[in-house]
């Protein structure tokens, strides 16, 4: 069966974006140390960087490594929507997961009004073939928590800053859920990336 798995930056406190959805607060280092950091994400995860800045990134010909699917909510899709932008992420699938945005505004995209969790257990029921790619789970946070039975795997880039408020990385009831450790890797930058699994 096809994994989910939540790929997103967090700050030390838990939260994926500021109160208004800001996320240019992530602190970076300086230029040679982000380069590493690019470079790193770019070779580990090419599948996450947006349609549009593959070419400028050099990964216009680069295969997708771990995802042929994404899944977000509105609060996720809407800064691509709002630069006029439909389909940020052409090389997957793309579902948007809302009960407001009405019709499609892109025939690559997907808009599912309801019912997030059978959409993801659909997905991960698809036929595939060996080696079959997962499904990024893109966020939000209120999406984030409705999923979260059906989560197997975290990404976390965890970012040296307390946001203070914000949109939390899991919006829901209380629900402990264990996950183990399976990679980390750490930056000079301070950004540390770690794959969770679940338990």
């Known amino acids: 069966m096809r994994k989910l798995v939540y790929y997103v930056g967090v700050t030390l406190d838990g939260r994926i974006a500021g109160p208004g959805g800001e996320f240019d607060f992530f602190p970076t280092g300086d ?3 982000d380069a590493a950091y690019t470079a790193w994400m770019f070779a580990q995860y090419p599948d996450v960087v ?3 800045l593959r070419a400028p990134a050099g990964l216009t010909d680069t295969p ?14 809407r800064p691509a929507l709002d630069e006029g932008i439909t389909s940020p992420y052409a090389h997957l699938r793309q579902y948007v997961v809302s009960s407001t945005l009405g019709p499609a505004p892109d025939p690559a995209v997907t808009v599912v ?8 257990q659909r997905l991960k029921r698809e036929e595939q073939g060996e080696g079959s790619l997962g499904i990024w789970l893109c966020g939000g946070g209120r999406l984030a ?3 979260l039975p059906e989560i197997d795997e975290l990404v976390f880039k ?8 914000g949109i939390p990385a899991f919006d829901g009831g209380f629900d402990p859920t264990a996950f183990d450790v399976a990679q980390r890797t750490t930056f000079d930058n301070g950004v540390c990336v ?6």
């Open 145 to 147: 928590g409705a999923l």
């Open 31 to 33: 230029e040679k140390q």
């Open 158 to 165: 965890s970012y040296p800053v307390v946001a203070g408020a």
């Open 194 to 199: 770690t794959r969770f699994v679940r338990r």
């Open 64 to 77: 997708n490594r771990h995802f042929d699917t994404v899944v977000m909510g509105l609060g996720t899709y």
């Open 113 to 120: 009004p309801d019912d997030p969790l059978g959409l993801v």
């Open 50 to 52: 947006p349609a549009h």
